[in-house]
């Protein structure tokens, strides 16, 4: 019950700000819940979408974390990216818009990301984005921290 107190004033302001029509997936592109260890197509293993960038620079910063979710902003201008990466499970929150070019096990796909469309994903295994429209895109990004049942 403690992770949705902390996530209560996050649903209450999206509730607030006006939402376009949703065109990103309702799962957020998630191909599956992934843990780090699953996230791999070699023997390395593959960054979290907070810990990746793009050429050596960080693109998400940190905002928040307690002991029950962590949040942070991602900020691509155009022609930056966001290398390949696995997304645990997550809700996100388009601050500002734009297109950006996704890949993933499936293809490479363009994606519209308008302001204030928001999505939920049970987790990505793994996928990159690349900036290919005008305008700087931020996104913000909130995972819960699941307890793992031992």
């Known amino acids: 019950m403690a992770i949705f107190s902390s996530l209560l004033p996050v ?34 293993a593959l960054p979290s979408a907070m810990d990746a960038g793009w050429n050596g620079e960080k693109v998400c910063e940190p905002l928040f974390e307690n002991a029950e979710l ?11 990216g966001h290398e390949r990466h696995y997304h645990l499970p997550h809700w996100g929150y388009i601050v500002e818009g734009g ?3 996704i890949t993933d096990k499936d293809g490479t796909r363009e994606q519209k990301t308008p ?3 928001n ?12 900036n290919i429209g005008d305008t700087t895109t931020v996104y913000v990004i909130i995972e819960p ?5 031992e």
């Open 11 to 44: 649903v209450l302001i999206a509730q607030l700000v006006p939402q376009p029509e949703n065109p990103i997936p309702p799962a957020g592109g998630a191909i599956k819940f992934a843990t780090p260890q699953e996230t791999s197509d070699s023997d390395n």
């Open 70 to 80: 962590r949040a942070a902003r991602c900020m691509f201008a155009p022609g930056i």
């Open 119 to 130: 999505w939920w994903s049970d987790g990505v295994a793994w996928h990159e984005a690349l």
């Open 99 to 101: 297109v950006m070019q």
């Open 145 to 149: 921290k699941i307890a793992k049942e």
């Open 115 to 117: 302001a204030g469309a």
